[in-house]
């Protein structure tokens, strides 16, 4: 029974002054730091994109899914006959504006 052998793996050790940098915008990629060299090396787009969403991506996500629930919560209030609809209506509008915001972080459209 023959095995296949992969390749010996090609590693990179950024400069001790750059690795923070280098780090830093593989995060900020979302990809894995193989498909970031090899996007970057090459000038293509990645393979794929990484398997796991970056941090910040996952907080805009969570907090979007806040606004939601929040959103659900201020038209509950807005029934009630004792909710000034000036501060009500003010409250919307907000969080209008909050949601619009999270989801051009995440690159989507309102």
Known sequence: MTEKKRDAPISY???EALREEFRARVEKSGLTVSAFITASIFAQEAPRQ???AP????Q???LLAETAALHDRLRALGD???VDPALFDAAVRDLQII???L???LGRRP
Do not use: F, N
Not at 55 to 58: H, R
């Open 103 to 105: 989801l051009s972080a």
């Open 50 to 52: 990484a398997r796991r």
């Open 55 to 58: 941090i910040e991506q996952q």
């Open 13 to 15: 050790r950024p400069p």
């Open 80 to 82: 009630a006959d004792r």
């Open 60 to 62: 805009v996500t969570r």
């Open 99 to 101: 949601r619009a915001a």
